[in-house]
Nanobody
Framework: QVQLVESGGGLVQPGGSLKLSCAAS????????VGWYRQAPGKQRELVAA???????NYADSVKGRFSISRDNAKNMVYLQMNTLKPEDTAVYYC?????????WGQGTQVTVSS
C-alpha cells in the first residue's frame, strides 16, 4: 500500500492555471491505478481525472480540454495540470491510488478559484 501527499493548491483567479502534485511512498506504485478527486462544500466527492497503470486516461466531462493528468512512475508522482480554471472548480482535491484490495487517499489540497 502507498501513502500519498498532495501539494500545489492555492488561490487563483478565474482563467488561471495550477498544477497539483501527488507524491507516493511505498511499494509497487506503478501497479496502482491513480486519480484525482475533488469535493466542494456540501457536495459529494467526485472523480476529476484518472490514469490507469497502463497509461489510459479519463476525465470528468466538466474538466475535459482544461485539465490533464499524468504520472511519472520513476519518481512515484502523479500530476494534475489545471488550466482555464473556473469558480466551480473550487474544492479540496484528493489524490487516490488503487491496487485492490488497497485503496489509498491523500489528505487533500485546497483549490480556490476567485477574483
Amino acid at each position: 500500500q502507498v501513502q500519498l501527499v498532495e501539494s500545489g493548491g492555492g488561490l487563483v483567479q478565474p482563467g488561471g492555471s495550477l498544477k497539483l502534485s501527488c507524491a507516493a511512498s511505498g511499494n509497487n506504485f506503478s501497479l496502482h491505478h491513480v486519480g484525482w478527486y475533488r469535493q466542494a462544500p456540501g457536495k459529494q466527492r467526485e472523480l476529476v481525472a484518472a490514469v490507469t497503470r497502463s497509461g489510459s486516461t479519463n476525465y470528468a466531462d466538466s474538466v475535459k480540454g482544461r485539465f490533464s493528468i499524468s504520472r511519472d512512475n520513476a519518481k512515484n508522482m502523479v500530476y494534475l495540470q489545471m488550466n482555464t480554471l473556473k469558480p466551480e472548480d473550487t474544492a479540496v482535491y484528493y489524490c487516490n491510488a488503487r491496487w485492490l484490495p488497497y485503496d489509498s487517499w491523500g489528505q487533500g489540497t485546497q483549490v480556490t478559484v476567485s477574483s
